[in-house]
C-alpha cells in the first residue's frame, strides 16, 4: 500500500488505517471487557464477496453499533469464531469499508469528524433535523450527491446502513434504502443488534453500565428478485430481517417493551 494512496473518496488509506488501529484498541475493551458481545454468523461474513454489499441493521446508538460493526467484520475475515478475541485483526483492517450517517451528526464535535474519515458517507436527512421530525411539506429534496456516493461506496466495498435512521426502536423503514437495492443490486445482509442501548449514551461515545451482554447476530442475506419486488415489498422484507416489523411487538414480553421505551424517552430527553 502506497503511503499516499487515496479510496475513491479522496482518504488516505495509510491515516484510515491508523485510525482504525487506534479507534479499535480504545474500544476493544467495551465490547470484550466491560461488557460481553455475543457474535453469531462469523462464517456468513467471511463468505461475502470484496465488494457491493450491503449491510442493514436496526440502531441503537449513533456510533457504537458502527464501531462494533468494524470490530466483528475484520475479526472474522482474519478467521475469528463469532469472538473478537486477539486484537491483532487490526493490524491490517479491510479499509473498504463504509457506512451511511446524517450529515449533521458527523458535523457535531470533533471527534465525530475524525470518525467521519474512518469511512462514513454523510447524507442530508430529509425527514429530520436538529433532533426533531420534520413535516412532510417542509422537507428538502433528497440531494442526489448522497445517493452517488453511496454507488460508490459499494462499487468499492461494503457499505452499512441503518434503515431506520434513527435509534428509538420499531420506527418504520425508510423507503431510500429499498430503491438503493434495487437501483445497485446489492447483496443484502441483515444484522440484528441489542444490548447498545443499555451499555452506552445515545451517541455512543459513553460507557454508561458495565457487565451488560450485548448481542450482534448476522442472517444469511436476502432473497431479493430486484426486477419485480416493488419498494414497498422489500421495506417490509428489510423491516422482518432486521426484526423491525411491528409483529415483532406482540412476541416481546411487555417488561422489555417497556424498558426500551424508557430508554428510549431518556435519551430524547438527554439529547
Not at 122 to 140: I, L, N, P, Q, S
Not at 213 to 236: M, R
Request: without cysteine; positive net charge; aromatic residues 12%.
Amino acid at each position: 500500500m502506497g503511503l499516499f494512496k487515496r479510496n475513491p473518496f479522496g482518504h488516505i488509506l495509510f491515516i484510515k488505517t491508523w485510525l482504525i488501529r487506534i479507534f479499535g484498541a480504545l474500544t476493544h475493551r467495551r465490547y470484550r471487557g466491560f461488557n460481553q458481545l455475543h457474535i453469531d454468523g462469523s462464517e456468513i461474513i467471511r463468505a461475502l464477496p470484496d465488494k457491493n454489499v450491503l449491510f442493514i441493521s436496526n440502531h441503537q446508538t449513533y456510533f457504537a453499533d458502527v464501531v462494533a460493526m468494524f470490530h466483528v467484520f475484520n475479526a472474522s475475515l482474519k478467521g475469528r469464531e463469532d469472538n473478537i478475541r486477539n486484537i491483532g485483526y487490526l493490524w491490517r483492517p479491510k479499509l473498504n469499508i463504509y457506512y451511511v450517517a446524517a450529515k449533521e451528526t458527523m458535523q457535531s464535535g470533533f471527534l465525530p469528524r475524525i470518525l467521519s474519515y474512518v469511512g462514513a458517507i454523510t447524507v442530508e436527512r430529509t425527514w429530520r433535523a436538529g433532533g426533531k421530525d420534520v413535516a412532510e411539506h417542509e422537507r428538502k429534496e433528497v440531494n442526489l450527491n448522497d445517493t452517488e456516493n453511496i454507488k460508490i461506496a459499494l462499487a468499492d466495498g461494503w457499505v452499512i446502513t441503518f434503515p431506520q435512521g434513527t435509534t428509538r426502536s420499531f420506527k418504520p423503514v425508510r423507503k431510500g434504502t429499498a430503491h438503493i437495492i434495487k437501483q445497485h443490486k446489492p447483496i443484502v445482509v441483515p444484522i440484528v443488534i441489542d444490548g447498545f442501548r443499555r451499555s452506552f449514551d445515545r451517541k455512543g461515545l459513553r460507557l454508561k453500565k458495565k457487565g451488560i451482554l450485548q448481542s450482534f447476530i448476522v442472517k444469511e442475506p436476502l432473497q431479493i428478485d430486484y426486477e419485480n419486488e416493488t419498494i414497498e415489498e422489500i421495506v417490509e422484507k428489510i423491516e422482518y430481517a432486521i426484526e423491525q416489523h411491528q409483529s415483532f411487538l406482540k412476541v416481546i414480553p411487555q417488561e422489555d417493551i417497556d424498558e426500551m421505551q424508557e430508554l428510549d424517552r431518556q435519551r430524547q430527553w438527554n439529547y
